[in-house]
Protein backbone atom coordinates (compact mmCIF):
# COMPACT_ATOMS: atom_id res chain seq x y z
CA UNK A 1 0.00 0.00 0.00
CA UNK A 2 0.97 3.40 -0.74
CA UNK A 3 2.78 4.89 2.55
CA UNK A 4 2.09 7.62 4.18
CA UNK A 5 4.10 10.48 5.83
CA UNK A 6 2.92 9.43 9.41
CA UNK A 7 4.32 5.41 8.34
CA UNK A 8 7.66 7.29 7.27
CA UNK A 9 8.31 9.11 9.83
CA UNK A 10 7.60 6.14 12.08
CA UNK A 11 10.93 4.20 10.22
CA UNK A 12 14.03 6.81 11.50
CA UNK A 13 17.38 5.02 11.63
CA UNK A 14 19.43 6.77 13.24
CA UNK A 15 22.86 5.41 12.63
CA UNK A 16 25.52 6.78 15.01
CA UNK A 17 28.14 3.75 14.29
CA UNK A 18 30.93 2.60 12.03
CA UNK A 19 29.53 0.35 9.11
CA UNK A 20 30.74 -0.96 6.05
CA UNK A 21 29.03 -3.09 2.87
CA UNK A 22 26.07 -2.53 0.89
CA UNK A 23 22.46 -1.33 2.19
CA UNK A 24 19.45 -1.22 0.59
CA UNK A 25 16.00 -0.28 2.08
CA UNK A 26 13.21 -1.13 -0.08
CA UNK A 27 10.71 0.63 1.52
CA UNK A 28 10.74 4.55 2.51
CA UNK A 29 12.83 5.70 5.49
CA UNK A 30 14.37 7.87 7.34
CA UNK A 31 17.98 7.33 7.41
CA UNK A 32 20.75 9.66 8.67
CA UNK A 33 24.25 8.56 9.18
CA UNK A 34 26.21 10.14 11.77
CA UNK A 35 29.07 8.11 12.23
CA UNK A 36 31.41 6.29 9.07
CA UNK A 37 29.78 4.09 6.30
CA UNK A 38 31.71 2.45 3.63
CA UNK A 39 30.21 1.03 0.75
CA UNK A 40 27.00 1.14 -1.56
CA UNK A 41 23.40 2.74 0.44
CA UNK A 42 20.35 2.43 -1.86
CA UNK A 43 17.75 4.56 0.13
CA UNK A 44 14.19 5.34 -0.60
CA UNK A 45 12.66 8.17 1.36
CA UNK A 46 14.91 10.84 3.40
CA UNK A 47 18.11 10.03 4.04
CA UNK A 48 20.79 12.38 5.86
CA UNK A 49 24.54 12.57 5.85
CA UNK A 50 25.35 14.39 9.51
CA UNK A 51 27.60 16.96 9.99
CA UNK A 52 30.02 14.55 11.62
CA UNK A 53 29.91 11.52 9.51
CA UNK A 54 32.41 10.59 6.90
CA UNK A 55 30.97 8.48 4.09
CA UNK A 56 32.69 6.91 1.29
CA UNK A 57 29.87 5.33 -0.38
CA UNK A 58 27.97 5.60 -3.73
CA UNK A 59 24.41 7.07 -2.42
CA UNK A 60 21.06 6.63 -4.16
CA UNK A 61 17.88 7.66 -2.44
CA UNK A 62 14.88 10.05 -3.24
CA UNK A 63 15.73 12.73 -0.81
CA UNK A 64 19.67 13.54 0.08
CA UNK A 65 20.53 15.53 2.43
CA UNK A 66 24.45 16.14 3.20
CA UNK A 67 25.95 17.85 6.09
CA UNK A 68 29.27 15.78 6.26
CA UNK A 69 32.15 14.27 4.16
CA UNK A 70 31.03 12.19 1.43
CA UNK A 71 33.37 10.46 -1.47
CA UNK A 72 31.29 8.80 -3.60
CA UNK A 73 28.43 9.63 -6.56
CA UNK A 74 24.94 10.52 -5.13
CA UNK A 75 21.71 10.18 -7.26
CA UNK A 76 18.35 11.15 -6.20
CA UNK A 77 14.98 10.77 -7.99
CA UNK A 78 13.48 13.67 -5.97
CA UNK A 79 16.07 16.20 -4.54
CA UNK A 80 19.99 16.65 -3.19
CA UNK A 81 20.18 19.34 -0.14
CA UNK A 82 23.99 20.38 0.83
CA UNK A 83 24.08 21.69 3.91
CA UNK A 84 27.54 23.33 4.93
CA UNK A 85 30.15 22.37 6.50
CA UNK A 86 29.14 19.60 3.89
CA UNK A 87 32.36 18.53 1.35
CA UNK A 88 31.30 16.18 -1.32
CA UNK A 89 34.14 14.50 -3.39
CA UNK A 90 31.88 13.18 -6.18
CA UNK A 91 29.03 13.16 -8.93
CA UNK A 92 25.53 14.68 -8.31
CA UNK A 93 22.65 13.81 -10.09
CA UNK A 94 19.10 15.06 -9.25
CA UNK A 95 16.28 16.65 -10.61
CA UNK A 96 16.13 19.52 -7.66
CA UNK A 97 19.72 20.50 -5.87
CA UNK A 98 20.25 23.56 -3.41
CA UNK A 99 23.75 24.30 -1.86
CA UNK A 100 24.33 26.49 0.94
CA UNK A 101 26.72 28.82 1.31
CA UNK A 102 30.10 27.31 2.91
CA UNK A 103 29.36 23.71 1.12
CA UNK A 104 31.77 22.09 -0.92
CA UNK A 105 31.63 20.07 -4.35
CA UNK A 106 34.35 18.46 -6.04
CA UNK A 107 32.69 16.94 -9.25
CA UNK A 108 30.19 17.46 -12.00
CA UNK A 109 26.77 18.10 -11.24
CA UNK A 110 23.49 16.70 -13.40
CA UNK A 111 20.17 17.83 -13.20
CA UNK A 112 17.72 16.38 -14.78
CA UNK A 113 14.90 13.51 -15.11
CA UNK A 114 16.30 10.50 -12.61
CA UNK A 115 14.50 7.20 -13.58
CA UNK A 116 16.11 4.23 -11.27
CA UNK A 117 18.43 2.12 -12.42
CA UNK A 118 17.17 0.08 -15.49
CA UNK A 119 13.74 1.53 -15.63
CA UNK A 120 12.70 2.37 -18.51
CA UNK A 121 10.99 5.38 -18.99
CA UNK A 122 7.84 4.05 -20.99
CA UNK A 123 6.87 1.28 -18.59
CA UNK A 124 3.19 0.92 -18.66
CA UNK A 125 0.69 -1.24 -16.36
CA UNK A 126 -2.78 -2.41 -16.20
CA UNK A 127 -5.05 -1.74 -13.31
CA UNK A 128 -4.09 -5.03 -11.87
CA UNK A 129 -0.60 -4.21 -11.93
CA UNK A 130 -1.17 -1.17 -10.37
CA UNK A 131 -3.09 -2.79 -7.45
CA UNK A 132 -0.64 -4.95 -6.66
CA UNK A 133 2.01 -2.77 -7.05
CA UNK A 134 -0.30 -0.01 -4.37
CA UNK A 135 -1.39 -3.25 -2.39
CA UNK A 136 -5.24 -1.69 -2.50
CA UNK A 137 -8.40 -3.32 -4.74
CA UNK A 138 -8.11 -3.40 -8.06
CA UNK A 139 -11.32 -1.42 -7.75
CA UNK A 140 -9.90 1.24 -5.65
CA UNK A 141 -7.55 2.42 -8.24
CA UNK A 142 -10.23 1.91 -10.73
CA UNK A 143 -12.14 4.81 -8.99
CA UNK A 144 -9.41 6.79 -8.38
CA UNK A 145 -8.49 6.68 -12.41
CA UNK A 146 -12.07 7.87 -13.08
CA UNK A 147 -11.81 10.48 -10.08
CA UNK A 148 -8.38 11.74 -12.20
CA UNK A 149 -6.59 11.22 -8.51
CA UNK A 150 -3.94 9.02 -10.11
CA UNK A 151 -2.10 9.58 -13.51
CA UNK A 152 -3.60 7.01 -15.77
CA UNK A 153 -5.10 7.43 -19.43
CA UNK A 154 -8.42 4.88 -20.60
CA UNK A 155 -7.62 3.16 -23.74
CA UNK A 156 -9.72 0.65 -25.72
CA UNK A 157 -11.68 -0.31 -23.22
CA UNK A 158 -8.70 -0.75 -20.17
CA UNK A 159 -6.71 1.87 -17.93
CA UNK A 160 -3.44 2.11 -18.49
CA UNK A 161 -0.72 3.62 -16.08
CA UNK A 162 3.18 4.72 -16.27
CA UNK A 163 5.49 3.27 -13.82
CA UNK A 164 7.21 6.34 -13.50
CA UNK A 165 3.83 8.70 -13.11
CA UNK A 166 2.60 6.42 -10.53
CA UNK A 167 5.81 6.60 -8.27
CA UNK A 168 5.38 10.15 -8.70
CA UNK A 169 2.22 10.83 -7.71
CA UNK A 170 3.10 8.65 -4.55
CA UNK A 171 6.05 10.90 -3.52
CA UNK A 172 3.30 13.98 -4.43
CA UNK A 173 0.75 11.95 -1.98
CA UNK A 174 3.59 11.30 0.66
CA UNK A 175 4.34 15.07 0.55
CA UNK A 176 0.87 16.06 1.26
CA UNK A 177 -0.07 14.18 4.05
Request: aromatic residues 4%.
Amino acid sequence: MAKKRDDLEEKILDVDASMQGTITFKDPVNLRINGSFEGKLDARGNLTIGENAKVKANLQGDRIIIAGKLTGDVTATISVSVIAPATIQGNITAPRLSVAEGAVIDGQISMGNVRQPGESPDVSMTLKDVAQYLEVEAKVVEEWANKKKIPAHYENGSWIFNKSSVERWIQEENARV
